[in-house]
């Protein structure tokens, strides 16, 4: 049920705070049965996301494209820009109605909480409209026009006190001695608190002179922010992984030696469920209150097997 080494997301860490449970089914057990065609159906209900997520991936992976071709002498028309972001989210939305059915086909899931969609024009359309204003921000501008830039994958990840810690930024920039590391948050509008904690882990992929340069959405226009985080911050920022990576073991402990889930704690809310990806295998589906009497009942007895989720 453990990683061989702790792992710290983002992602995993929103998932955690969400709820334990669906944690546990993610991290825990879709990974521990990969191999059983229904453990790979598990970890892929994970994958699907709703068509407003995926509107954001493509408004980031499009301006990416965008700053490549930059950077190699193509500079993209807005009609350019129009097709490749039509594109993408075409091409996202008809992987996630492709997995559905895949899903579907296995049987696992019977009343599934997603449906096939189709591209709607609206969003192609804000979703361009949001490329273009990103492009077009002075900060942005200068920072195509000036020095050089490197694009980094989301997979790249840094090695921190045993911890294997993905949050790489979108793209580093290096004008003259100095080094920016640029996140794009096209998803909603952050703290100043969490957006300090995000600097401080980002800088961990530079040096501590480097600067941090956040581009984020506030009411459907983009904001820049640069930081540079202090020691404290870091100290702060490395402390609140070892929080997070012990409150993850955690959950994989209350697992139990026999994989019974009933100790693994359901969401505190039941708004957490009404967009969780699997509630319909678990026992929230049949009523969020009943299930958490359920669940504190079964803390004394037999609970569920892991088996019954694969
Ligand atoms: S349905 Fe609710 S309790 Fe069940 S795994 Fe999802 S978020 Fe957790």
Request: glycine share 4%; hydrophobic share 35%; aromatic share 8%.
């Amino acid at each position: 049920m453990f990683p061989q080494q702790p792992i710290w997301s983002n992602t995993r860490v929103d998932l955690l705070q969400r709820c334990s449970r669906a944690f546990v089914l993610r991290y825990g057990v879709a990974q521990l049965s990969q191999n059983h065609p229904k453990g790979q159906a598990l970890s892929e209900i994970f994958q699907i996301q709703t068509p407003w997520i995926l509107l954001h991936q493509t408004i980031r992976e499009t301006v990416l494209e965008y700053v490549e071709d930059y950077a190699n002498g193509t500079i993209w028309s807005t009609g350019l820009l129009s097709t490749k972001f039509k594109h993408g989210f075409t091409q996202l939305i008809r992987k996630r109605n492709q997995l559905i059915k895949q899903i579907m086909e296995t049987g696992l899931i019977s009343q599934p909480g997603f449906q096939c969609t189709q591209v709607e024009a609206h969003l192609v359309e804000m979703g361009t409209k949001l490329c273009i204003g990103l492009i077009h921000h002075p900060e942005f501008v200068r920072i195509l026009e000036v020095g050089t830039i490197k694009r980094l994958e989301p997979t790249d990840s840094i090695h921190q006190q045993n911890v294997r810690i993905y949050n790489a930024p979108d793209m580093m920039h290096f004008n003259n001695d100095q080094q920016f590391l640029i996140k794009i948050h096209p998803f909603q509008q952050r703290h100043k608190t969490e957006l300090e904690l995000q600097a401080s882990l980002l800088q961990l992929y530079g040096d501590e002179k480097t600067t941090i340069v956040f581009f984020h959405l506030n009411k459907r226009a983009w904001s820049c922010r640069k930081i540079v985080p202090n020691p404290t911050q870091k100290n702060q920022a490395i402390g609140i992984v070892e929080q997070d990576i012990k409150h993850m073991m955690n959950a994989f402990y209350s697992v139990g030696k026999h994989n019974d889930l009933s100790k693994v704690p359901l969401a505190d809310s039941y708004r957490s469920c009404m967009h969780c990806n699997v509630q319909s295998l678990c026992p929230t589906r049949h009523g969020y209150e009943r299930a958490k009497a359920e669940q504190r009942a079964l803390m004394c007895q037999k609970g569920t097997s892991v088996a019954e989720y694969i």
